[in-house]
Nanobody, 117 residues
């Protein structure tokens, strides 16, 4: 079992920055990949960024060059650095971890990000 806890969301003016954290209850080296997703009101959840076990990061086109996914394995924590935020980035942000043993995907409870213009 793995618990994931997101934090760092909040209210920010357009153009501003936030850093989200996703703290895991056990070693994230056991994950084949970790992801950030978001869900805006009335919309489907969408993938924002992925970081693989090997540290390879990929991003949705909408956030490329503005968001950075990273991790600190010593703290069992993944991050999402969000810069130049736009009102369309407003959403609940969720992290997940695809654990290898046993193979299962765990989700956090989400953290809300609101960007106002």
């Amino acid at each position: 079992q793995v618990q994931l806890v997101e934090s760092g969301g909040g209210l920010v003016k357009a153009g501003g920055s936030l850093r989200l954290s996703c703290a895991a209850s056990r070693s994230i080296l056991g994950a084949s990949a970790m992801e950030w997703h978001r869900q805006a009101p009335g919309k489907q959840r969408e993938l924002v960024a992925v970081i693989t076990w090997g540290g390879i990061a990929t991003y949705a086109d909408a956030v490329k060059d503005r968001f950075t996914i990273s991790r600190d394995v010593s703290k069992n924590t993944m991050y999402l650095e969000m810069n130049n935020l736009k009102p369309e980035d407003t959403a609940d942000y969720y992290c997940n971890a695809a654990m290898k043993v046993p193979p299962r995907v765990y989700w956090g409870q989400g953290t809300q990000v609101t960007v106002f213009s």
